[in-house]
């Protein structure tokens, strides 16, 4: 039976290759997918999120609105990486698909609330927002995920956005710390690992050469990506950070980490949204989350190629 899922996301050019990426994988069924502000503003987050489903062809998915700003600060964007509109790299038609009139957080409230416990797993690949205003609101419901597979943080990659802190956890670090604190078994994908998940020339041209759509989008949205970090770290190739959670979710034996426990610094002078993670395990602090290290690079790539070319 497919795992039943919720993406939580800001999209973003590598969110979009993390929702094409689930919604080509039967393995998974994908129950709606909540926006949240992060990389831009929730009106340009909500209005991609139906932009991707809709090229995946896929409007039987339902999109909604989340949080427009985190629960205690101002919205920090990441135009600066992801372009004015979020997704630059291709022009996609404005969608038909229209917003779901819910608000996200009761979306993901009354779905855990009506399927059988343990049975839906939490996908966020933006600040955290959304999934802790779901906790704070109704307790009830953290008992009932099965999983949270995230993507933020860092630790010996340390930050991207500000010398410690990963954008994800810095945008919203009140959320994260609910969400980290919430006892949900949970697996984080962060820097560490994806920073690993580096595009090749190759690869990207293979997307580029599939008959469908989804591929050309694929390469469009990664080259405009790579552009960044390029100039950042003068790596070659985009770090697809966001689809490492769903290549988790397909085939975990491609990751490797460890149960370690992680805090969130929400009051450091220089280190506000660091994953305080504790690797060498000194704190005697019980372990909170397996925090991914490493991952099979060609393994991934290999993943994401098959799934890409089942879509339209
Ligand atoms: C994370 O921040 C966003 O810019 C990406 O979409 C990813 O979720 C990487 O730090
Ligand atoms: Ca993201």
Known sequence: MARKIIIDT?????DAVAILLALASPELRVLGITAVAGNVPLALTQLNARKIVELAGRTDVPVFAGCDSPLARGLVTAEHVHG????????????????Q???GVDF??????????????????GPLTNIASAFRRAPDIVGRVERIVLMGGAYFEVGNITPAAEFNIHVDPEAAKIVFAAGVPLVVLPLDATHKALTSRGWVETM???????????????????????DKYGNQGAPLHDPCTIAWLLRPALFVGREINVEIE????????????????????PANALFINDLGRDGLFDLLSERIARLP
């Open 108 to 125: 993901i409230i009354d779905t855990l609330r009506g399927e059988p416990a343990g049975t839906v797993t939490l996908v966020p690949i």
């Open 101 to 103: 009139a819910r608000h």
């Open 84 to 99: 004015k509109t979020g997704l630059d790299g291709i022009d996609l038609p404005d969608p038909t698909l229209a917003l």
């Open 10 to 14: 800001d999209p973003g050019q590598d």
């Open 208 to 230: 580029r050469a599939l008959p469908g759509r989804c591929g050309q989008a694929v390469a469009g949205w990664t080259d405009s990506f790579e552009r960044f970090d390029k």
């Open 266 to 285: 929400t009051r450091g002078e220089f280190t506000t949204g660091m994953t305080v993670a504790d690797w060498w395990r000194v704190s005697g602090r």
